[in-house]
């Protein structure tokens, strides 16, 4: 997908025209950027919260640049552990300075704060929330 300046016009994105309202900046923007209907992927996570377990694996990662890149959601909760002597916070910091997270960075800087870690353990009752 290219992206252009606000109000440069349209591109053809597969079969559909694409109206562009204005240039992302910022996740907020995301929602506004285009004046089409979404494709049935982003129709189904719009607006919505997504909890991913896994996500510092190597498809997590994927999953999750992915979803911030392309679908206007929420917030993504992120379950994640402390392992081999690194802490949650040390691992995704480690991922979100990884190549594959530059697009997402440079076309929305803020993209982090649209994510919750979750630090609970899979082995306690409903994940260590409470109802």
């Known amino acids: 997908m290219e992206w252009c300046r606000e109000g440069q016009g349209e591109y053809i994105e597969g079969e559909k025209v694409v109206t562009i309202v204005k240039k992302v900046t910022t996740v907020e923007d995301t929602v506004d950027l285009i004046e089409t209907d979404l494709t049935p992927i982003q129709e189904f996570y719009n607006k919505s919260n997504v909890f ?25 909760y992120l379950l994640v ?44 009752a409903r994940f260590g929330f409470e109802r």
């Not at 190597?58 to 679908?71: A, D, T």
């Not at 440079?106 to 982090?112: E, L």
């Open 81 to 124: 552990r402390d392992k081999k002597g690194k802490t949650v916070d040390a691992r995704l910091d480690t991922i979100f300075g990884d190549p594959l997270f530059q697009r997402l960075r440079n076309q929305m800087p803020d993209f982090r704060k649209k994510s919750d870690i979750n630090r609970r353990r899979l082995h306690a």
């Open 52 to 76: 991913i377990t896994g996500c510092t694996g190597f498809l997590g990662q994927l999953l999750i640049e992915k979803l911030f890149r392309s679908c206007p959601i929420s917030k993504v």
